[in-house]
Structure formats: structure tokens, C-alpha cells
């Protein structure tokens, strides 16, 4: 759907979890994909919670839109225990998360920087969701300098010219 729309989306072909408060009572997000430039999620699906934890309900839509505050999500289907499941045009849900925390939550750990993996991380936590992919990155990116070390020792080592007379320790510096 993202590439009918024109729509380049992040992680092809990995779902997003997360989970978020809002005015009315927590909430759990999924989304097939997430548009990072103009926060759109692709086959969303929100379960929805009181505020004392008790289960509300389910809303499905194709497309959700985010803006600061809620989602917005066109042509709802919402399904409770009160009765038949009911079908909206536009369905707002409040939200707490902003623009900013939601760019990192669908963020590509490979594609920030060392000095944001921290909040990131953070942020993941807060919201629910496995924050290992960041870890993971956030490790390699501190433990590069010492690879890189590593391996131009190596080369050195494996380029060196045979000495029978000594000054090794001289052609090695």
C-alpha cells in the first residue's frame, strides 16, 4: 500500500509495536509500516485500554495519521463487547507521544548516530518496545574504533617483509 501511495516506508516487512498513553487510558499500537517523513502508519491497529487497565476496545484501519496529541485513524472498523463492530470515517485517539519520539521509535538503529542511541533506547523503553536492535547497534558503533585497530594490526603484521637481522620493531612502527 505504502509503494501504490508513493509512499517510501522504513523497515519493509517488519511490524511495529508500541505503547502509549493518552487522555482517555493507556493504548497498544501495531502497524504493518511507519512513514518517518509524514508519520503515517500503514494497517494500523489500535487496542485500547480504560484508564484502570480493563480492555475497551479494537480499532482497525488501513491508514493512521499522526499529529501532535492523537492519531487519526480513516475508515475505522472498531470492535468492543458492547455490541456489533461499528465503522467510522475517522476515528481520534489521544495520544501522549510526540512527533519527535515517534521518529525514533520507527527509526532504523543503523542510521543514528552514537550520541542519539541513548535517547532512543530510552524512548523504546518507555514505550514498550524491544529496545535489542538499538543495544545491538549502539555496542557495535562503541566497539568500531577497536575493530578497525585490530585489523590494521593484522594487515601489518601479514604485509611485514621477512627480517633475518632484526628491525622488526622498527618496520612494524
Known amino acids: 500500500e505504502a509503494r501504490l501511495a508513493g509512499l517510501e516506508a522504513t523497515r519493509p516487512g517488519k511490524d511495529i509495536w508500541f505503547r502509549q498513553q493518552g487522555l482517555d487510558g493507556p493504548s497498544i499500537m501495531h502497524a504493518a509500516q511507519i512513514d518517518e517523513a509524514s508519520l503515517t502508519a500503514f494497517a494500523a491497529t489500535a487496542y485500547v485500554f480504560e484508564p484502570d487497565g480493563g480492555f475497551r476496545e479494537k ?3 488501513p491508514l493512521a495519521s499522526f499529529s501532535d496529541g492523537w492519531w487519526v485513524l480513516r475508515n475505522a472498523t472498531v470492535a ?9 470515517e ?9 512527533a519527535e519520539e515517534l521518529r525514533r521509535i520507527a527509526a532504523r538503529p ?5 550520541w542519539s542511541l541513548r535517547g532512543v533506547i530510552m524512548t523504546a523503553q518507555r514505550s ?3 529496545t535489542d536492535r538499538f543495544h545491538l547497534a549502539f555496542h557495535n558503533l562503541l566497539a568500531r574504533p577497536f575493530f578497525l585497530a585490530a585489523m590494521v594490526a593484522i594487515a601489518a603484521s601479514v604485509s611485514l617483509r621477512l627480517t633475518r637481522h632484526g628491525g622488526s620493531g622498527r618496520l612494524v612502527l
Open 128 to 130: 514498550g518496545l524491544d
Open 59 to 61: 480499532v482497525q484501519a
Open 90 to 98: 475517522e476515528y481520534v485517539l489521544p495520544t501522549r507521544l510526540t
Open 80 to 88: 468492543s463487547s458492547q455490541g456489533a463492530p461499528r465503522t467510522f
Open 110 to 114: 543503523e542510521a543514528l548516530s552514537i
